[in-house]
């Protein structure tokens, strides 16, 4: 039980300058938030018929609605939070600040892009929903300002791989501290998956909007915003894998059983970018040969998530068994259910193991047939995005909100309340929609007004909408608590990070130091791109800009 995660387990903080920048992304992240919520309560109650959009001010459609809870929930969000998260954890893995300039612009970077997107979505020029397929034509600030979203994790990750340089420089021959490297690792994946969405953006969608071009190319389009679309799931993930394998062992009072294991595991999510495709099995304008290679490959990528999932109950184990728990499953019930941070956290794994399964599903070809486009994609999303990565946004926060206030935090009972109020009724939705979507109910879609409707829908629609409507409780509930942290928690010492420790030490010697050089396994990765890819867009270059814009409504 030797070594800590960080190199230097004692006497680090980072200046308060650079922790209120992260806190700025992280408070920002939770704002943007509140609105996407209240936005996706009506997407909730509109399975039930229950119009809830026209008493909203300003929002004029029920699709405006879906754009502005997809967008900032799924974009916004959570690029705020990783942001500002693993810019803590590279900070503290590392033992050093990062710099001051990238910081703050990354920071200015995001929320001026969030802005001049989210102008463009309440002025009702943008209800072109989360995907914003072409030709369907937004306003020319929503593409820039999503641009801008994407250039801030750039700008972020520059200041992990300059702090990453100079740390290496004082510690030549060293192992990377597990904690920084699943940190930069996140933002190195991203680096490479982030490339097609910022290529639609920048060089078709942005001058399209503004009249430089004649027209998009809506296959690939389609196809380049898919390049980035399916990574994009573990740009969310990841930070809260950091969490999973780097601090909750330590809440739980465990530790993670191997150094090497969890850095195979975070390596695999660089290397198997290219599994964007999958979402494209129904599209004609895709090779069936190039759409079984992807299938493979996403069968492929469920396997550092199992990787997760081995190593992190067993970190959870090992902290059960030391409070007492016995036999097979008795740890389970060991481990500090009443910590809220924990509860939060252990709930949203058990919602990803959920949401894995589905997850296969839609991998499968066969399967993918029968429910694409159907509200089970939607059931399956919040499993993961929903409930694994929000509710562990949530748990993180019950810890992370009085070490950045210096506060006890706020009510934990009620804490504790709020994460099992929104995993039961993340589940009680999510079925609801999945349920739904095996009887072909249709997703993206207006159900309050539109003309055709199955009996078969009802109960897995008044499902949905009592899920949603508990899931919208249990929010407002977690923002209460953290606002009442800020302003009236108990007053208290900065602790620490729960950083956590490995039982072994990484090795110095043999091949594991290679796992260290990141360029590797980025030299790797675009090759696999450039042969999955590759075809595809030799066979559609150059474009054909013949395609005009729609303009909802």
Not at 16 to 37: D, E, H, S
Not at 57 to 63: E, I, R
Not at 292 to 311: G, K
Request: charged content about 10%; proline content about 5%.
């Amino acid at each position: 039980m030797s070594t800590a995660v960080v190199s230097e387990p004692s006497g680090f903080t980072l200046p308060q300058g650079q922790l209120n920048v992260i806190k700025w992304n992280i408070y920002f992240g939770f704002a943007v938030l509140a609105v996407g919520v209240i936005m996706g309560l009506a997407q909730a109650l509109s399975y039930a018929r229950v119009n809830l959009v026209q008493y909203y001010p300003v929002v004029k459609s029920y699709y405006q609605a879906l754009t502005i809870h997809g967008v900032f929930n799924a974009l916004v969000l959570t690029t705020a939070f990783a942001n500002g998260f693993i810019a803590l954890t590279t900070a503290r893995g590392l033992g050093r600040k990062l710099n001051n300039a990238l910081l703050h612009a990354a920071f200015w970077t995001l929320f001026i892009g969030s802005i001049l997107a989210a102008y463009a979505m309440f002025a009702d020029k943008a209800s072109v929903l989360y995907t914003f397929y072409p030709p369907l034509e937004a306003h020319w600030t929503f593409y820039l300002g999503l641009a801008l979203v994407v250039v801030s994790t750039w700008i972020t990750s520059a200041a992990q791989l300059a702090a990453l340089r100079g740390w290496r420089k004082e510690h030549r021959g060293e192992r990377v501290p597990l904690l920084a490297f699943m940190s930069i690792a996140t933002y190195v994946m991203w680096d490479i998956a982030s490339v097609g969405l910022a290529v639609e953006v920048v060089v078709f969608l942005l001058p399209w909007s503004l009249g430089l071009l004649p027209g998009v190319d809506p296959m690939l389009d389609r196809t380049l915003f898919w390049f980035t679309g399916h990574p994009i799931v573990y740009f969310w993930l990841l930070p809260v894998y950091v969490s999973w394998y780097g601090l909750i062992p330590k809440q739980a009072g465990g530790v993670l059983f191997s150094d090497t294991v969890t850095r195979v595991a975070f390596i695999l999510f660089i290397l198997l970018i290219p599994v964007g495709f999958h979402h494209q099995f129904m599209d004609p304008g895709v090779s069936q040969g190039l759409k079984f290679t992807v299938a493979a490959l996403t069968f492929a990528i469920f396997f550092p998530s199992l990787i997760t999932a081995f190593s992190v109950m067993y970190a959870l184990e090992i902290g059960g068994r030391r409070r007492g728990g016995k036999g097979l499953v008795g740890w389970f019930f060991k481990i500090p259910w009443s910590d809220p941070s924990v509860a939060a956290q252990v709930l949203a794994m058990i919602a990803f193991l959920i949401g894995g399964i589905s997850g296969l599903m839609n991998a499968s070809y066969t399967m993918d047939m029968e429910i694409h486009n159907t509200a089970f994609i939607s059931g399956h999303f919040h499993q993961t995005v929903g409930c694994a990565v929000a509710l562990s946004y949530m748990g993180i926060a019950y810890w992370l909100i009085p070490y950045f206030e210096r506060r006890e935090l706020w009510m934990p009972r009620l804490a504790l309340f709020q994460a099992f109020l929104y995993f039961f009724a993340v589940m009680i939705f999510s079925n609801g929609l999945e349920a739904g979507g095996m009887e072909g109910m249709p997703r993206r879609t207006d159900m309050v007004h539109a003309t055709y409707w199955l009996a078969a829908w009802k109960i897995p629609g008044i499902m949905t909408a009592l899920g949603g409507t508990l899931m919208f409780v249990s929010a407002m509930l977690f923002f209460l608590i953290v606002v009442m942290t800020i302003v009236a928690g108990k007053r208290a010492a900065q602790g620490d990070l729960p950083f956590t420790a490995t039982v072994q030490a990484p090795p110095n010697v043999g091949w594991q130091p290679r796992l260290d050089r990141l360029s590797y396994w980025v030299l790797i990765s675009v090759v696999l791109v450039i042969a999955v890819y590759g075809p595809f867009f030799l066979e559609h270059f150059p474009p054909s800009l013949s395609i005009q814009g729609l303009i909802y409504p």
